[in-house]
């Protein structure tokens, strides 16, 4: 018997879900606020579909969202 549980697979499956959550809580804590590395040619290509996206929305406005 283990938790006050008579079957062993229930109790394992309630130690593994803590076990998972603690590591979950351990996990995000250790990656809060971590920064990802960016290449150069990611940010360029980041700026240019920024800048395809103000066009687009510039047009939108311009035509008054039609087609």
């Not at 018997?1 to 250790?30: H, N, T």
């Amino acid at each position: 018997m283990v938790l006050g549980i008579p079957d062993w697979s229930v109790s394992l499956v309630y130690i593994l879900m803590i076990a998972s959550s603690l590591l979950c809580i351990v996990y995000g804590f250790r990656m809060w606020n971590k920064e990802g590395d960016i290449s150069e040619k990611e940010l360029e290509e980041e700026k240019r579909w920024a800048e395809e996206e103000k066009d687009l929305e510039k047009d939108l406005a311009d035509n008054g969202g039609t087609t």
